[in-house]
């Protein structure tokens, strides 16, 4: 299996921070990441999940422990005429593009969102209208409460706004199969030529960020993104982390941008908001690695902070 010890995460991430991981693997293969999960939980050893890096926020700080990563699990295959399985490291526009050329509709969404199969699960990931749970026929899981591999159906887990219940810290997806509909690959470029144009125009797509900062907050009808406008948070700078200019959910990096930078910009934006509206505003960004307790402090009431290697320190 693909090691890399004492190596920076932050190549990892799409936001392009995070510190030196004890060890990094990529195990392509199932029986490679259970037989890696079984070597650190028997040893008690910490580990963390990483699937394409785009919705975390990975701590500066040496990361302890070893951090999996899953794009290595990257196999797609057609089961039937309008089913098809993903592995968790699939990229999301690699399997959209891929079911395009079958002609199968339904993955257009995906278009631009630069995560995993994985990640999209437990996020339950979505755009233009549509989401993750939409398509999924079943979700194979390693449960490492029970110890055994488990495939769920839709009624086995429950969906939310940017949330399912499975927990990363008991639950790894390994893949995914997707229920697609028949169309011509024509229509179906068309649309998710719509969908990259759309954000295109309105996400700062070529700067290093985790995508949206904050969920859209449930007690306003105004998305997150609009919120932080009408406060002018737009161009908002601590350190090298700046709060976009082109969409103000989105924290982009400058260059040199650190997880301290950017906790003390979301600490600012969900302090101003809280002080205009009277809402706090919960990061959609997972924490990864060890954290001060004054950074962490951000994710309180954050709906699921889960993370197996999320420590905070005094
Ligand atoms: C430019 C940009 C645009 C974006 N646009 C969108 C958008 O339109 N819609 C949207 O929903 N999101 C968007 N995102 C956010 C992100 O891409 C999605 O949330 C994506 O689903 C995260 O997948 P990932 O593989 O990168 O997960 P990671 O960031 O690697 O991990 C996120 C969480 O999932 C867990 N996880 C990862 N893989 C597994 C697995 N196999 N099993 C169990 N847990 C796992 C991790 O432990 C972590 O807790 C965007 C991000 C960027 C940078």
Redesign the pocket.
């Known amino acids: 299996m693909k090691t890399l010890e004492k190596t920076e995460l932050g190549q990892f991430t ?1 936001m392009k921070i995070g510190g030196v991981a004890d060890k990094i693997c990529f195990p392509s293969t199932i029986r490679e990441l259970i037989d890696l999960i079984d070597k650190l939980m028997s040893k008690n050893e910490p580990w ?9 926020l990975a701590s500066s700080q040496n990361i302890p422990g070893t951090v999996i990563c ?1 794009t290595g699990l990257n196999l797609i295959e057609q089961l039937g005429p309008d089913l098809l399985i993903a592995g ?2 699939v990229r ?1 526009p690699r399997l959209s593009a891929y079911a395009s050329k079958l002609s199968l509709s339904g993955m257009e969404f995906f278009e ?5 199969v ?6 339950n ?3 233009h209208g549509h989401s993750t749970n939409q398509i999924l026929e079943t979700v194979t ?1 390693l449960d490492l409460k029970k110890g055994k591999v488990e495939v769920l159906t839709l009624k086995d887990i429950i969906f939310g706004y ?1 949330i399912s219940t ?1 927990n ?1 810290q008991e ?4 893949s995914a199969k997707f229920r697609m509909v028949p169309d011509t690959e024509a229509a179906i470029r068309t649309r998710m030529k719509a969908n990259n144009l759309a ?1 295109r125009s309105s ?1 700062p ?1 070529k700067d290093p ?4 900062t904050f969920k859209n907050p449930i007690e306003l009808n105004m998305p997150a993104g609009k919120i932080l406008d009408s406060i002018g948070a737009k161009n908002w700078t601590i350190g090298a982390a700046q709060v976009s200019s082109i969409h103000a959910n989105f924290i982009i990096n400058l260059g040199s941008a650190d997880s301290q930078d950017v906790c003390k910009l979301i600490s600012k934006m969900q302090e101003s908001t809280f002080e205009k509206y009277n809402i706090l505003l919960k990061p ?1 960004i ?1 924490p ?1 690695g060890v954290f001060k307790e004054s950074e962490a402090i951000i994710w309180t009431n954050a709906d699921q902070t ?2 197996s290697s999320f420590i905070i320190t005094k």
């Open positions: 799409t963390s999940l990483v699937g394409g890096g785009s919705n975390i899953t968790a490291g999301l631009g969102i630069p995560g995993t994985g990640g999209a699960v437990v996020m990931a979505g755009a899981v940017r499975i990363p639950q790894i997806v390994l954000r996400q797509i960020s985790a995508g949206c959609e997972k990864l889960t993370n």
